[in-house]
């Protein structure tokens, strides 16, 4: 029998507060600890957050990717993006994967939330672990390896720092890998309401 982390993934569920058990845990590696705000860098928050579109953002000039880079420049900015929540997934490595969008069938972007068991060092894990609950809370605490497409997009406001991913063909990533990771917030946000 496998262990019980293969158990999950062969499954392709997780179920309840989408947190994985220490024992469990395949954290990343990629400029992870820029993408879990455990670098040391402070990080740019205004109050509130400045409101940017996922066009606003899909339209920065992305730096050069490269692995050892630290935050800097626009990665610094905490920013809040008010659109739909189109489809969410579990990474490998624990983050809750997420597409928005301006519209409910626009151009899309992603947004992830570290597992804070994966970023017990950075001073936004509590943060992290609301936004994750209150994503649960808000499409059903259900998630699998593979996208789970809303049919019906809820309506969010997404706070969060601006981060770079480099391009490697992944399902709704903007142009220009911008992303928002990690994701400090993540709040219903009806019709009519602004950032």
Same mark, same amino acid.
């Given at each position: 029998?496998?262990? #019980?982390?293969?158990? %999950? %993934? ?18 990343? &590696? *990629?400029?992870?600890?820029?993408? /879990?705000?455990t670098?040391?860098?402070q990080?740019?928050?205004g109050?509130?957050?400045?409101? =940017? /579109?996922?066009?606003?953002?899909s ?5 050069? +990717?490269r *692995? ?10 905490? %920013?809040?993006?008010?659109? +739909?929540? @189109?489809?969410v997934?579990?990474? *490998? ?7 928005? &969008? ?5 151009? /899309? ?8 068991g ?5 001073p +936004? ?6 936004? =994750?609950?209150? /994503? ?16 019906? #997009?809820? @309506?969010?406001? %997404? ?5 770079f ?16 990771? #990690?994701?400090?917030?993540?709040t219903p946000? #009806?019709?009519? &309401?602004?950032?």
């Amino acid at each position: 029998m496998g262990s #019980p982390r293969a158990l %999950v %993934v062969m499954a392709g569920l997780v179920v309840g507060a989408v947190a994985i058990p220490a024992e469990e845990r395949l954290c990343g &590696s *990629e400029r992870w600890a820029v993408k /879990t705000a455990t670098d040391g860098t402070q990080l740019h928050e205004g109050a509130p957050p400045e409101v =940017r /579109t996922v066009a606003q953002l899909s339209a920065l000039e992305a730096p050069r +990717y490269r *692995e050892a880079r630290p935050r800097e420049g626009e990665e610094l900015n905490v %920013v809040a993006v008010v659109g +739909y929540l @189109r489809a969410v997934k579990l990474e *490998e490595d624990g983050d809750l994967h997420a597409l928005i &969008s301006d519209a409910p069938d626009g151009l /899309t972007m992603v947004v992830e939330i570290p597992d804070p068991g994966c970023a017990a060092r950075s001073p +936004y894990k509590d943060r992290m672990a609301a936004a =994750r609950a209150a /994503t649960a809370k808000l499409v059903g605490a259900v998630f699998g390896r593979k996208f789970r497409t809303l049919t019906t #997009p809820p @309506r969010v406001r %997404v706070v969060g720092a601006i981060f770079f991913d480099k391009l490697h063909g992944q399902t709704g990533m903007a142009g220009n890998g911008v992303e928002l990771h #990690p994701v400090l917030d993540l709040t219903p946000a #009806p019709e009519g &309401s602004g950032g």
